[in-house]
């Protein structure tokens, strides 16, 4: 399954932006997709993943409550919302597929996209 990440750039803090991860294989549909993201000298950290039927979510603390994923099986995508962005936001936003159960554990994920960044100003 090959990721394609787009939708990320330069926002000031408390704004919003839509992240998308896009698949062309047709078998999208059965992998949970994870959403990590990596700072410059940090971990990746997990941020949110979303079932493949698209009923499951699950979201790190840190981010429930302003982040949104959704996803649309038809289009081979899934969107992250971003609102209220706070500078310790920014980082390098990796989608990636699991297949059927998601995970908070990178390591469990078998497709990496190649990333999109999110730069926040304060």
């Known amino acids: 399954v090959q990721l394609v990440e787009s939708g990320g750039g330069l926002v000031q803090a408390g704004g919003s932006l839509r992240l998308s991860c896009a698949a062309s294989d047709p078998t999208f549909s059965s992998y949970s997709i994870g959403w990590f993201r990596q700072a410059p000298g940090k971990e990746r950290e997990f941020v949110v993943f979303i079932g493949w039927r698209g009923m499951t979510t699950y979201y790190a603390d840190s981010v429930k409550d302003r982040f949104t994923i959704s996803r649309d099986n038809a289009k081979n995508t899934v969107y992250l919302q971003m609102n209220s962005l706070k500078p310790g936001d920014a980082a390098v936003y990796y989608c990636?597929?699991?297949?059927?159960?998601?995970?908070?554990?990178?390591?469990?994920?078998?497709?990496w996209g190649q990333g999109t960044q999110v730069t926040v100003s304060s």
């Open positions: 990636a597929a699991k297949y059927v159960s998601g995970s908070v554990g990178p390591e469990e994920y078998d497709f």
